[in-house]
Structure formats: C-alpha cells, structure tokens
T-cell receptor, first 114, second 119 residues
Framework: SQQGEEDPQALSIQEGENATMNCSYK?????LQWYRQNSGRGLVHLIL?????REKHSGRLRVTLDTSKKSSSLLITASRAADTASYFC??????????????FGQGTILTVHP | GAVVSQHPSWVICKSGTSVKIECRSL??????MFWYRQFPKQSLMLMAT?????????EQGVEKDKFLINHASLTLSTLTVTSAHPEDSSFYIC???????????????FGSGTQLSVL
C-alpha cells in the first residue's frame, strides 16, 4: 500500500504565485524525494532530502522535512505555466533490503495559469 | 545525466496476447531496475524489483506468472504482460539504479513510460 499521503490533491494558482505541496508518510525513512510528472510521461527527479536534513534548496524549489511529524513540504516559488504537472513525493524506507525501492505518495496536480 | 530508455511508449493489443516492454540504461550499468504501474490520475505502484542475473522480487498481490520480468544484462530489463486483458491497461514505468559516482546521491532515473491499452 502507498504510505505517502499528499495534500492538496489539486492546486490551481496564477503565474508568479508560490505553490506549496505537503506529503506525509508512516515509516522511518532513509530519504524522501520529490518527482515531477508531465501528463502521460515519465518522472523527473527534482530533489532529495535525507533523513538527517531539515531543509534543502534547488533553484526555485525548497523542500523541508520534519521526521518527528513524518512530513515534508515542497515549495515552488514564482511559479510559471511550465510548472504545470503532477508532483509526487517518494520515500526510501529505512531498513529496506533494496535501496531505491520507493513508495510514492498520491500526488498533487498543480495547474499554473498564465 | 544518466538516461533510461523505455520502449515502446505506447502499445495497443488484443485481449489474450502478450506484450513486451523494454527498459534500457543507455549510458550506465543498472544493477537494479524497478517496474511500476500507474492508473490514470493515481500514484505509482511498485510491481517488482529486478536484479541483474537473478529472479525478480514481486510485490504482494502482483502475479509473477502474469508479469514476467527478465534482467538478463546490466543494461536491459524487460516486462512481459502475458495473456493481457483489458484490466491490464495501464501506464507502466521503469526506473533504474546504477553504480558509480553519479548514483552516489541515491537518485533514480526513470524511463518515459509505456501506455498499454488492451482491447
């Protein structure tokens, strides 16, 4: 079963606004990753945050991780129409026998209106 | 960056036929490949983990005789959907984990996916 829960399920904003997506998980993790998927396409890796990290930045992306609450957030600043896509969090469980065996959240569909 | 090529990108087949999907790592050796399935507007569900030279490990509820996985080389894994039925229609995506410095950050590389439609 999927352990990741994401909210909101859908987010609609105007270009230039910030978009925040949240992800919760249930088990202890090695790392948490965020991916982007354009409609009907493969996944593109955005950012990885390890369990001993609390915040990470990459360009217009900011990810936070709160292991005590088992939650993470992805912030996209100054959004663009090209950011329109589905965003998934994925956790790499601690103690797993196969690292890289990711469990994906349900995803957030982001629509950025020009 | 590392490239994973998945082929075909879409396939339509008749019920009862078998379909093979290929996942190739183009510029690295993939010690492990993962196969996922995704229904429309839903998340990715891990089907199986494929290690080169050994039998695939299937997730609970995934029929190994239905979804045959072969990882015969360090650059190729195949998923064969046998005796496909309409309920097997889905988006199938592979991902690969390799060896070397580029993988030190634990990032996976995904194929572009295969949309299977069974009539």
């Amino acid at each position: 079963s999927q352990q990741g829960e994401e909210d909101p399920q859908a987010l609609s904003i105007q270009e230039g606004e910030n978009a925040t997506m949240n992800c919760s998980y249930k088990t202890s993790i090695n790392n948490l990753q965020w991916y982007r998927q354009n409609s009907g396409r493969g996944l593109v890796h955005l950012i990885l945050i390890r369990s001993n990290e609390r915040e990470k930045h990459s360009g217009r992306l900011r990810v936070t991780l709160d292991t005590s609450k088992k939650s993470s957030s992805l912030l996209i600043t100054a959004s663009r129409a090209a950011d329109t896509a589905s965003y998934f969090c994925a956790t790499d469980r601690m103690g797993g026998t196969s690292y890289g065996k990711l469990t994906f959240g349900q995803g957030t569909i982001l629509t950025v209106h020009p | 960056g590392a490239v994973v090529s998945q082929h075909p990108s879409w396939v339509i087949c008749k019920s009862g036929t078998s379909v093979k999907i290929e996942c190739r790592s183009l510029d690295f050796q993939a010690t492990t490949m993962f196969w996922y399935r995704q229904f429309p507007k839903q998340s990715l569900m891990l089907m199986a983990t494929s290690n080169e030279g050994s039998k695939a490990t299937y997730e609970q509820g995934v029929e190994k005789d239905k979804f045959l996985i072969n990882h015969a080389s360090l650059t190729l894994s195949t998923l064969t959907v046998t005796s496909a039925h309409p309920e097997d229609s889905s988006f199938y995506i592979c991902s690969a984990r390799g060896i070397g410095q580029v993988f030190a950050n634990e990032k996976l590389f995904f194929g572009s996916g295969t949309q299977l439609s069974v009539l």
